[in-house]
């Protein structure tokens, strides 16, 4: 009898194991996924920000259209 028990609760304790397991792949994925979209958006967002050519250095610390404005109508 106790044989029987330690045996159920070693099952039992194996699928847990199994589904904490797969749960773990789940969020690693699911990070990944997270991690290259973040990474995109970053790369877009620092080609967006990067000088254009010919592109005064008073200018280039402007990162909104209102300071650009401003800066326009400073000149």
């Known amino acids: 009898e106790n ?3 330690q045996v159920k ?3 039992e304790t194996q699928e847990a194991l199994g589904k ?3 749960d773990l792949e789940d ?3 699911s990070h990944t996924e997270e991690k ?5 958006e970053f790369g ?3 080609s967006a920000m990067a000088p ?3 592109e005064p250095d008073s200018v280039r610390g402007l ?3 209102a300071q650009l404005v401003e800066r326009i109508q400073q000149l």
Do not use: N, V, Y
């Open 3 to 5: 044989f029987a028990a």
């Open 9 to 11: 609760e070693l099952r």
């Open 20 to 22: 904490a397991k797969k």
């Open 27 to 29: 969020q690693k994925s």
């Open 36 to 40: 290259k979209s973040l990474e995109e």
């Open 44 to 46: 877009k967002l620092q």
């Open 52 to 54: 254009a050519e010919g």
């Open 63 to 65: 990162t909104t259209r």
